[in-house]
């Protein structure tokens, strides 16, 4: 049995009941359990009276049973009422053990609020024009030189054909076809950041008009999540935490102030184009996610291929190709096809 009670806009708190008997039951199975392996003088290994021990563990074994049965009345909860959770559920109220009634206790879920999409035309960037200077093309030349070893020492035509040669730049003979390439691939490397800037502030400026705000409770869990992914990967390298930190010059506050704004700017991309999706009617067709598949099986051929065939997994596919589609109509409705 349970309540809800909406707090707000993305809290919602869930009075539950667990009954006394279902309660009592698990408790004696769990008291049974701890109790089996017990050793007290003058009794054998196994055959101490439950009686004689309870006293002592009777609060660690009533909070135990309620960790264990908690949860699959939250979950129960959750389903029924079709709650998508965005951070783990928050106990705001624990039960009383020692009564003979049944328990109950609070807990508050944190869910999404509802956003409205903005006007997308108010969406400005302005644009810039791309130029390549003379000392940019001179300070990449001079790059490439230190960072190469050649036969000839000397800038010149002899140095472009052998340089132009080991980076493998076709139909390079002298010099100035050199700084004339080297010119061209300035120009696509700076158009290429600059669009990765439009793109950026079109979503930045998208996600204000929206008025996306997101619970705080989720971007603290979100962060927290990629604190421990830090972690686990700093374990498999062999590396200790406080070392990396202190070679890096960095201070664990730097790193979770980071870890936060991180969460925070990638939930509130997320929800945007989730709304975006939503508005645009925008849908992942089937033979778009078997390609997707086709994409991952190849990058990572190594994979357990029992994991393309998981529902769950199939289902975070479908949400990371609706969102990338997402992504593409949003920049090509405000930025232009070209983008």
Do not use: C
């Given at each position: 049995?349970?309540?809800?009670?909406?707090?707000?806009?993305n809290?919602?708190?869930?009075?539950?009941?667990?009954?006394?008997?279902?309660?009592?039951?698990?408790y004696?199975?769990?008291?049974?359990?701890?109790?089996?392996?017990s050793k007290?003088k003058?009794?054998?290994?196994g055959?101490?009276?439950?009686?004689l021990?309870?006293p002592?563990?009777?609060?660690m074994?009533?909070?135990k049973?309620?960790?264990?049965?908690?949860?699959?009345?939250i979950n129960?909860?959750?389903q029924?009422?079709?709650?998508e959770?965005?951070?783990?559920?928050?106990?705001?109220?624990l039960?009383?053990?020692?009564t003979k009634?049944?328990?109950?206790?609070?807990?508050?879920?944190?869910i999404m609020?509802?956003?409205k999409?903005?006007n997308?035309?108010?969406?400005?960037?302005e644009?810039?024009?791309?130029?390549?200077?003379?000392?940019?093309?001179?300070?990449?030349?001079?790059?490439?030189?230190?960072?190469?070893?050649?036969?000839?020492?000397?800038?010149?035509?002899?140095?472009?054909?052998?340089?132009?040669k080991?980076?493998?730049?076709?139909d390079?003979t002298?010099?100035?076809e050199?700084?004339?390439?080297?010119?061209?691939?300035?120009?696509?490397?700076k158009?290429?950041?600059?669009?990765?800037?439009y793109?950026?502030?079109?979503?930045?400026?998208?996600?204000?008009?929206?008025?996306i705000?997101?619970p705080?409770?989720?971007?603290?869990?979100?962060?927290?999540?990629?604190?421990?992914?830090?972690?686990?990967?700093?374990?498999?390298?062999?590396?200790?935490?406080?070392?990396?930190?202190?070679?890096?010059?960095?201070?664990?506050?730097?790193?979770?102030?980071?870890?936060?704004?991180?969460?925070?700017d990638?939930?509130e991309s997320?929800?945007?184009l989730?709304?975006?999706?939503?508005?645009?009617?925008?849908k992942?067709?089937?033979?778009?996610?078997?390609?997707?598949?086709?994409i991952i099986k190849?990058s990572r051929p190594?994979?357990?291929?029992?994991?393309f065939?998981?529902?769950?997994?199939?289902?975070?596919?479908?949400?990371?190709?609706?969102?990338?589609?997402?992504?593409?109509?949003?920049?090509?409705?405000?930025l232009?096809?070209?983008?």
């Amino acid at each position: 049995m349970y309540t809800r009670e909406d707090v707000n806009e993305n809290t919602i708190v869930l009075t539950m009941t667990i009954p006394r008997e279902a309660f009592d039951k698990s408790y004696k199975a769990i008291l049974k359990d701890q109790t089996k392996d017990s050793k007290v003088k003058g009794f054998r290994k196994g055959k101490v009276p439950s009686e004689l021990l309870e006293p002592s563990m009777k609060p660690m074994l009533q909070f135990k049973t309620f960790e264990k049965l908690a949860p699959m009345y939250i979950n129960t909860a959750i389903q029924k009422e079709k709650i998508e959770l965005i951070a783990p559920p928050k106990y705001s109220k624990l039960p009383k053990f020692d009564t003979k009634d049944d328990l109950e206790f609070k807990v508050e879920v944190t869910i999404m609020p509802e956003f409205k999409l903005g006007n997308m035309k108010k969406v400005k960037i302005e644009k810039k024009e791309v130029s390549i200077e003379k000392k940019d093309v001179d300070q990449a030349i001079q790059e490439i030189k230190t960072n190469n070893k050649t036969k000839v020492k000397k800038i010149g035509d002899s140095w472009a054909k052998e340089i132009a040669k080991k980076l493998k730049l076709k139909d390079i003979t002298n010099l100035e076809e050199l700084k004339k390439e080297i010119k061209n691939i300035l120009t696509k490397q700076k158009e290429q950041m600059l669009r990765h800037t439009y793109q950026e502030n079109a979503l930045k400026q998208a996600i204000n008009l929206s008025d996306i705000k997101i619970p705080q409770p989720a971007i603290e869990f979100e962060a927290k999540e990629r604190e421990k992914a830090f972690e686990q990967e700093m374990q498999q390298r062999g590396i200790k935490v406080n070392d990396f930190v202190k070679q890096s010059n960095l201070k664990m506050e730097q790193m979770r102030e980071a870890w936060l704004k991180d969460a925070k700017d990638a939930l509130e991309s997320d929800a945007f184009l989730t709304l975006y999706a939503n508005k645009r009617n925008i849908k992942v067709e089937k033979e778009e996610i078997d390609k997707k598949i086709e994409i991952i099986k190849k990058s990572r051929p190594n994979v357990d291929q029992s994991i393309f065939s998981n529902d769950q997994w199939l289902e975070y596919i479908k949400k990371v190709e609706r969102k990338e589609k997402a992504f593409k109509e949003f920049i090509k409705e405000t930025l232009g096809k070209e983008f």
